[in-house]
């Protein structure tokens, strides 16, 4: 006899540290209820956010995704994936145009200006999303242009940048693990809708989030992404400071946790501390401290450098830290000191009610916060047929049989909203679309060089000599019969 059917979204991080699936149910209230997560320790093959083995990545996926079925006894059919890493950057574009006196801008001439956007052609780099910034409409700045009068019209963007290679890497991961694709998401922008509020994001803010290997700048004016940048910096770097000591990395990592600040006011120094590495060992207080520190200053300053000089003074909203480096002590004493913004907020845990048994989320440390981010923003049914204790289908052994939401239509650059990456059937989509375009341009340049040069042959002929005599013997004859 068949199970009931159950719907459930899946989720997939794939960070420098472990790669992590999680599946989860939204509530009609607006809660999610996680069932299930399956992390794995991805350090080995992901360097930086940046998949460096493939074949290691998609065992990895496939593993995780095995005992992602067996915990919830259904089949997975596809699944939502965060794309992150150094690779990603953020690049400004301005196309303009000159329009006729008294026009009125319309969104076919919005839409033109993002579709020349998006096929800027970046050496060896992908657009993988574009935000939309200010239109310029004469000398007048709108979010909204649609039926202003101007006689030019500017779009000003904010396009986020991929190593072709490295985008390329990750979509093979999954085709070779054979796991389908529902959506990707930009990792950063996920993350923002889950962390930050609506005000923050409105009144300017600066988002970082301290990872592993990597540190994500994202900053937010009215509600806008206005710059993303992503520092190669992160707590593994504090771990290997640590080891310097001649410690083995476990101990440095045990450490750091129990012992690290990022910042110590000088007066609570003891010079006559010391921290026990193990039992026959220590290490002095202050040179524990000075290392923790200047590592931490480092990622910091470099966080303050990402943020542009023309926001700077506009983050009202202040700065908003997270991750798992966002749990060391004293992280917002050190970021205001090297920044001097005083409004610094620790985001420990998203926005969204979770429910959940699992202790990992329970401890609310920052760091499954993307994962949860990416887990809210999927909307596709990712549950397939039933699995029995021996792991087969209920029914039948095609995995595909079991009811599953259909799959969106395949939508334009300019309809989809920022943070959603283009699949490739959408891609393929927009060079189908942009191939037509052409040719119907073509034929129309075609059809009207036809019609010109058939009325250049029909004038030429008229005012041939030939036909000249022949309008000129019938205008005498008609004439004679006039007169007669």
């Not at 995704?65 to 596809?78: G, P, W």
Request: some cysteine; aromatic content about 6%.
């Amino acid at each position: 006899m068949a199970a009931e059917q159950k719907e459930f979204i899946v989720a997939i991080e794939l960070g420098s540290s472990k790669v992590t699936a999680i599946a989860g149910q939204k509530k009609p209230d607006g809660s999610i209820s996680v069932l299930a997560m399956i992390k794995e320790d991805s350090s080995s093959f992901i360097h930086k956010g940046v998949v460096f083995n493939i074949d290691k990545t998609a065992l990895c996926l496939q593993n995780i995704v095995k005992k992602l079925e067996s915990q919830l006894k259904t089949r997975i059919v596809q699944v939502f994936v965060g794309v992150g890493g150094q690779s990603l950057r953020s690049v400004r574009n301005t196309i303009s145009r000159d329009l006729p006196a008294d026009s009125i801008i319309t969104q076919e001439m919005v839409v033109e200006l993002m579709d020349a956007n998006w096929n800027l052609d970046y050496p060896d780099q992908k657009i993988l999303d574009v935000a939309e910034q200010e239109y310029r409409v004469d000398s007048h700045l709108q979010m909204d242009p649609v039926g202003i009068r101007a006689t030019r019209l500017e779009g000003n963007f904010l396009n986020i940048l991929v190593r072709k290679t490295f985008f390329q890497n990750l979509n093979n991961c999954f085709e070779q693990a054979g796991i389908k694709v529902a959506e990707m998401y930009l990792a950063p922008v996920a993350l923002a809708n889950a962390v930050l509020t609506e005000a923050e994001k409105r009144s300017g803010c600066a988002l970082v989030d301290i990872g592993a290997d990597t540190t994500t700048v994202s900053v937010f004016w009215k509600n806008v992404l206005r710059h993303l940048a992503v520092i190669p910096l992160g707590s593994n770097n504090v771990t290997k400071d640590i080891a310097s000591l001649q410690m083995e990395e476990s101990d440095a990592e045990q450490m750091k946790l129990k012992y690290a600040s990022a910042y110590t006011d000088n007066a609570d120094i003891d010079t006559t501390l010391k921290y026990s590495i193990d039992p026959e060992r220590q290490v002095e207080s202050q040179k524990f401290i000075e290392i923790v520190e200047g590592r931490m200053m480092e990622i910091i300053e470099n966080v303050r450098y990402q943020i542009p000089d023309e926001y700077y003074d506009k983050l009202l909203g202040g700065i908003v830290v997270t991750g798992g480096g966002s749990n060391m002590k004293n992280i917002d004493r050190a970021i205001t000191l090297s920044t001097r913004i005083e409004k610094v907020r620790v985001a420990k845990f998203v926005n969204n009610s979770i429910n959940t048994s699992l202790e990992p989320l329970k401890a609310r440390n920052g760091m499954y916060n993307t994962l949860l981010g990416l887990l809210a923003k999927g909307d596709i049914n990712c549950a397939g047929g039933g699995i029995d204790q021996q792991g087969n289908l209920f029914g039948n052994e095609n995995q595909e049989s079991a009811p599953v939401i259909p799959d969106r239509k395949p939508r334009q650059a300019y309809e989809k909203e920022t943070g959603t990456i283009r699949t490739q059937q959408e891609e393929e989509l927009a060079a189908e679309e942009a191939r037509r375009k052409k040719e119907e341009e073509e034929r129309l340049r075609r059809e009207q060089e036809e019609q010109q040069h058939e009325e250049e042959r029909r004038r030429k002929k008229e005012n041939s000599w030939w036909n000249r005599a022949k309008r000129g013997l019938k205008d005498f004859t008609t004439k004679i019969t006039e007169d007669e």
